[in-house]
């Protein structure tokens, strides 16, 4: 089933309704029909034939139509890389022949040649063109949304804080990963499937990579962890429930809550003590 109409700067099927050396011209619904030039044009291509393309506007601002697979859409969030950087702003590469424009006016921090930004496509009033902004805030959606606890979502890394990352949830949203729930490895422009961890009283959702609750499997490695990392040291470990969460993520490569429920259950089974200093080994 096709659209009533054709969606500018997104994915569109149209019917071929004539044919002309440089390519083939498609049913452009409320618009003039649209070029596919002929290196997109699939061989055996005949009039009536339906083809799935990507409509946006030539560097004369006509529109125009390619089988290419663009990077992102209008209406989504991106990590583009920077191809050139000229008077009017930064030239950004979403995989079409023309390179996407990010005005000075839209760019957060000025962009450099080479670099890669989280950016927001729209389609200008004025102009009709297809752009890109990095000032996201403009763009996400400041509600907290339908979501749930421990409910997966999609993630895309935006901005680095002091307390973590911040992540545009679902295309729309925005939530906090903490950086106690993140490895060394993430980085701004990461695509990662999260999870609703909660969405505090103030509306703000924080995010977690591993779904909230106890997790047998994960809990019982890090116990025995734990406990053959005392048997290496004599029995004894300087960590205990007030060691530093990011002392506990790099040497137990684990969550000082996580670290906390493996001692408590080590504790209860009698197996370790826990001291002022450390962690004591009862084996």
Known sequence: MTDKFVRVGRKNRLKV?????????????????????????PQECEIGDELDVFVYLDSDDHLIATTEKPLA????????KVKEVNQIGAFLDWNLSKDLLCPFREQKTRMREGGSYVVYLYQDDESRR???????????????????????????????????????????????????????????????????????PDGKIDLCL??????????????????????????????????????????????????KMALGGLYKQRLIQIEASGIRSNQ
């Open 17 to 41: 309704v004539d044919k002309v050396g440089f390519g083939v011209f498609l049913d452009g619904k409320q618009f003039d029909e649209i070029l596919l030039p002929k290196r997109f044009v």
């Open 73 to 80: 859409s209008v209406g989504q969030f991106a990590c583009l």
């Open 130 to 200: 297809i752009v890109a902004s990095s000032r996201l805030h403009k763009f996400i959606d400041t509600s907290t949304g339908p979501y749930k606890q421990s409910e997966p979502v999609s993630l895309l890394v935006h901005d680095k804080t002091d307390l973590g990352f911040m992540a545009i949830i679902n295309n729309k949203h925005q939530g906090l990963l903490f950086r106690q729930e993140v490895d060394d490895s993430v980085k701004v422009g990461d695509k990662l499937q999260g999870f609703i961890k909660r969405i505090r």
């Open 210 to 259: 591993k779904k909230p609750g106890f997790d047998r499997n994960a809990m019982d490695t890090l116990s025995q962890k734990i406990m053959d990392m005392l048997a290496a040291e004599g029995g004894f470990l300087p960590f205990n429930d007030k060691s530093d969460p990011a002392e506990i993520k790099r040497i137990f490569g684990a969550s000082k809550r996580a670290f």
